[in-house]
Nanobody, 120 residues
Framework: QVQLVESGGGLVQAGGSLRLSCAAS????????MGWFRQAPGKEREFVAASSKGGITYYADSVQGRFTVSRDNAKNTVFLQMNSLKSDDTAVYYC??????????????WGKGTLVTVSP
């Protein structure tokens, strides 16, 4: 019943920007941490960014200063604004929700992912 659907991925040149969205249904997640993981083919899945129930945001060192995570609890939606994109940002981006201060690899709810490709 719980479902997370990502959108906004696509092809962008290095230095450009994209905004990802994740619409959640089946449950209200205002009391959950919401965020993003990503995975490039053949590489491990890694944490990207998260927003806690208390409004605290967390970022991986690799995206700090370039990405911004935000949420609209009234719409049960989380966003990821990605600026100054690099080729290393190319990956499938997954929306994640978890009851706790942050999202982890063990989170119970995952979207199917949206592909972001950054060209040189």
């Amino acid at each position: 019943q719980v479902q997370l659907v990502e959108s906004g991925g696509g092809l962008v040149q290095a230095g450009g920007s994209l905004r990802l969205s994740c619409a959640a249904s089946g449950r209200t997640f205002s009391n959950y941490a919401m965020g993003w993981f990503r995975q490039a083919p053949g590489k491990e899945r890694e944490f990207v960014a998260a927003s806690s129930k208390g409004g605290i945001t967390y970022y991986a060192d690799s995206v700090q200063g370039r990405f911004t995570v935000s949420r609209d609890n009234a719409k049960n939606t989380v966003f990821l604004q990605m600026n100054s994109l690099k080729s290393d940002d190319t990956a499938v981006y997954y929306c994640v929700v978890e009851y706790g201060p942050k999202v982890t690899i063990a989170a119970p709810y995952w979207g199917k992912g949206t592909l972001v490709t950054v060209s040189p």
